[in-house]
């Protein structure tokens, strides 16, 4: 299979550990001499549960896609479930660049809302596969060794989104009548529904067009 590997088709997360990316090769070149061999098995991954699922994710299915032996990968991950965490790790780092992002530029809280949901939505359309986690975040919460990081991961989305929602409530941009944690719940749910529905509808709209005007109206009607 022949690949156009971009910044654009990169998740944003691994594109911080490369100086340059842009050429036409083979995807398993690529996995063996562009990206490093840990980042190269968690691509792997994303794309093997973006295709087959949680049930069709095993070791020898992710040496396949990567071009490396199962024992390469056990140099690196201890099990199926050590590589799960990796991604998500990856989630959280971005969650983390956003929110430096944010602080530093001190962006008014209701154009931080937007950026932050924008910036999840571009997340996607950068790199499709990932929507394969949003579609499994629940199955995990039932295995022990990664429950409390999905938490993490969607607690600290709400807490974040709730933060800036008081903040935009205390210079009248939204009505401070609205509970502000399920305001950031209904935020955080419709970016996630919508995005799933991106990835059923076999990505035949714009996310970050579609999720933007959603919140655009949520936002207008939680101000009055």
């Known amino acids: 299979m022949e690949i156009t590997l971009t910044r654009e088709n990169i998740p944003y997360t691994i594109l911080l550990n490369l100086e340059t ?37 095993t070791i020898k299915e992710i040496a396949n896609r990567a071009g490396i032996s199962e024992g390469a990968i056990f140099k690196h991950f201890k099990s199926k479930n050590d590589l799960i965490s990796a991604v998500l790790d990856h989630f959280h780092m971005f969650d983390k660049e956003i929110k430096e992002t944010i602080e530093m530029k001190e962006i008014n809280p ?18 499709p596969a990932l929507t394969a986690l949003n579609e499994i975040m629940n199955e995990l919460t039932y295995e022990p060794e990664l429950a409390d990081k999905v938490m993490e991961l969607y607690i600290g989305r709400v807490n974040f989104t709730k933060k800036l929602i008081e903040e935009a409530q205390a210079i009248g941009e939204i009505n401070p009548k609205y509970d502000s944690e399920q305001l950031a719940i209904v935020i955080i749910g419709s970016y996630k529904e919508i995005s799933l529905n991106w990835r059923f509808q076999n990505r035949g709209f714009l996310l970050s067009e579609e999720i933007t005007k959603t919140l655009d109206s949520l936002l207008t009607a939680f101000s009055h």
Do not use: C, W
């Open 21 to 57: 990316v842009s050429t036409h090769l083979p995807l398993e070149e690529v996995m063996n001499n562009i990206i490093p061999r840990k980042d190269s098995i968690i691509l792997a991954t994303i794309d093997v549960l973006d295709q087959r699922g949680i049930q069709g994710l």
């Open 110 to 127: 209701r154009e931080a809302i937007v950026f932050i949901i924008s910036s999840y939505a571009s997340y996607l359309e950068s790199y």
